[in-house]
């Protein structure tokens, strides 16, 4: 039960994301939309480092293999899968559906959607993989380190719930079906951690692989979606900047302090 509740954490950041919709009166504004994608980048990328490659290496040292090589193969095989996923789909960038008329508006929607939907695969990968290491015990990883970094997925995950439900509501959508596609954006977390979980505890052997591997995914998101949007618009806006800093050292605090 413990474990299916921290799995859970991240959608719940989803989910109250969403629900913002029903609270904000007018579309959120850009600049707010740089610092929390800003910050969701922050959070990630720390993520990649202390709750996933830093155990993976350890782990890998601890089962007599050289340490460096599962991280640098897992990684490497989480950008070049997700890079060729993202291959097979269009680049789902608000931006992009810039026509105007019912049609373009439903095809905005479903892009936004997917993006922010396929984006979600790893880190409910990280979060299977971080909670498989704890309950198989010796691996590096507690419990409490698990529960970081769904807390800190889950905080990131807010404002990506809140980037889907609030330019949907601005569409003529209401506001409960902007909630609803919001949410449902983060449901593949706690799907693909079970998952995750469900496959990695019978291959101790390839975790290190499997810890890497999330974290390219990861930080694949972060070069291939998340930065691209905040360099759009004003050159001289810092405010991305400033959100990947605020992220980055608080889920920093969390994994170390808790982990």
Do not use: K
């Given at each position: 039960?413990?474990?299916?509740?921290?799995?859970?954490?991240?959608?719940?950041?989803?989910?109250l994301g969403s629900a913002m919709v029903f609270f904000i009166k007018n579309k959120m504004s850009s600049g707010l939309q740089k610092l929390l994608l800003g910050f969701a980048s922050g959070v990630m990328i720390a993520a990649s480092v202390w709750s996933l490659l830093i155990p993976a290496i350890s782990l890998a040292g601890e089962q007599g293999k050289?340490?460096?090589?599962?991280?640098?193969?897992?990684?490497?095989l989480g950008i070049l899968f997700f890079l060729a996923l993202n291959g097979?789909?269009?680049?789902?960038?608000?931006?992009?559906?810039?026509?105007?008329?019912a049609q373009a508006k439903s095809r905005k929607r479903t892009m936004l959607v997917l993006a922010v939907t396929l984006h979600n695969i790893p880190e409910g990968m990280a979060v299977g993989v971080t909670f498989a290491g704890a309950m198989i015990g010796?691996?590096?990883?507690?419990?409490?380190?698990?529960?970081?970094?769904?807390?800190?997925?889950?905080?990131?995950?807010?404002?990506?719930?809140?980037?889907i439900s609030l330019p949907l509501c601005s569409e003529d959508i209401s506001k409960m079906r902007a909630f609803f596609?919001?949410?449902?954006s983060g449901i593949v977390e706690p799907l693909g951690a079970?998952?995750?979980?469900?496959?990695?505890?019978?291959?101790?052997?390839?975790?290190?692989?499997?810890?890497?591997?999330?974290?390219?995914?990861?930080?694949?998101?972060?070069?291939e979606e998340l930065i691209p949007e905040l360099k759009q618009g004003e050159e001289d806006d810092s405010r991305g900047t400033i959100g990947v800093a605020?992220?980055?050292a608080l889920m920093m605090i969390l994994d170390v302090a808790l982990g």
């Open positions: 039960m413990c474990v299916l509740l921290g799995l859970m954490i991240p959608f719940l950041g989803t989910a050289v340490a460096w090589v599962p991280a640098t193969v897992g990684f490497l097979m789909m269009p680049h789902l960038r608000i931006e992009s559906a810039g026509v105007l008329g010796d691996m590096g990883i507690t419990m409490a380190g698990a529960f970081a970094l769904a807390l800190g997925i889950a905080i990131q995950n807010f404002p990506e719930g809140a980037i596609y919001g949410a449902m079970v998952i995750t979980i469900l496959f990695t505890r019978h291959v101790v052997s390839v975790l290190p692989y499997f810890l890497s591997f999330a974290a390219g995914a990861m930080l694949y998101v972060v070069v605020v992220g980055f």
